[in-house]
């Protein structure tokens, strides 16, 4: 997987998957284009952690500076990265390029990798898997974010779960209307 070129040292890791009645070239553009305006509990969880609520779209987060799609291998997978410095207190780090990302080594910092995979399972049948890897630089910022990950967690882990479960619904719902809807 394309993910393990960009973050294969981690810390701390969450991965999901579902299959998905559909051929990988059909599901690629939900996936990549995700839309979270139609689910209730991401808009809640996006709001407690002070996300924008106006147009929930993985294009918008882009867009927002909250992270950089760092390579897009269509229609099987692509990888996000996102940097942080933690101190004196967090602040979300531009990332230029790959090669800005892969060399990124500040201490007290985090790197966040996240994909989205396609695996074809046969010709009407698709894997989406979703992965989110934290490599921690530096034994403080580590020990710190073990704390923050014990209470996020379980909140992350039902993002991923919805965006898959919202992901099939889009699917479904546009090849249910013929493809109009």
């Known amino acids: ?27 690629y553009p939900f996936v990549r284009h995700l839309d979270f305006n139609g689910s209730l509990l991401t808009r809640v969880l996006f709001k407690l952690r002070g ?15 909250l992270g950089k799609i760092l390579i897009e291998e269509a229609p099987h997978e692509f990888v996000i ?9 967090p602040v979300p780090v531009d990332i230029e390029n ?7 080594q500040l201490e007290d910092s985090i790197k966040i990798a ?10 009407s049948t698709t894997e989406v898997s979703t992965e ?14 073990r704390i923050y ?7 992350s882990g039902l993002i991923r779960r919805e965006m898959l479960r919202m ?15």
């Open 149 to 155: 990950w014990f209470f996020v967690r379980p909140f």
């Open 132 to 145: 989110t890897r934290v490599k921690c630089l530096g034994r403080s910022v580590r020990n710190k974010f």
């Open 1 to 27: 997987m394309l993910i393990d070129s960009y973050l294969a040292e981690f810390d701390f890791n969450e991965l999901h998957t579902k299959r998905i009645e559909a051929d990988v070239s059909s599901l």
């Open 81 to 89: 990265g996102m940097l942080g410095t933690v101190k004196p207190i």
């Open 114 to 123: 996240w994909n989205f995979y396609l695996r074809p399972i046969d010709d």
């Open 98 to 104: 790959a090669g800005h990302y892969l060399g990124y």
């Open 167 to 181: 992901i099939r619904n889009q699917y479904y719902q546009v090849n249910r209307n013929g493809g109009n809807g």
């Open 51 to 65: 996300l924008p609520l106006d147009d929930l779209t993985l294009d918008t987060m882009l867009s927002l500076g």
